[in-house]
């Protein structure tokens, strides 16, 4: 039976502590990362880093590709539509509803949400410019969709 590889900074599970809120976030699914060149970043994540392509799709003018470089999450999308040059973290919570209600508690302002194809989700950034988003995973087969597409 295989056992999860701890990640850097774990040293396994925590006791609750008294009044310490509990982290919201189930896990950083993607890293959307801006491309300008979406085909030439698909070839040297490939063919230099190993990664295994797990999908390639053109639609609406927008490419996107899903590079895997270690087991997932996360899986990096490469996007020539995401303008700029920071990544988007994308994270999954349990209820997108939930996670913004307590976010807005503890003084984010509130951003509109739109769809992706996994479900509902919110983008925004932070004071210090790192862009976040946060998903609700509503329609889980929507990876399946994907995977192994090769429009470009």
Known sequence: MAHARPRLGDTGPKPAVEGVTQVQFESLDFIYHPSRDVKRDVAYFTNVLA????????GMGARVAAIEL????PLLLLADHV???TPIL???VASLHEALTGLERRGWEAKETFEIPHGPICSFRAPGGQRIAVYELTRPGAAATFEGRRDF
């Open 51 to 58: 990664g295994r392509l797990r999908f390639a799709v053109e």
């Open 70 to 73: 270690a087991p997932p999450p």
């Open 83 to 85: 303008k700029g040059g």
């Open 90 to 92: 994308v994270y999954r």
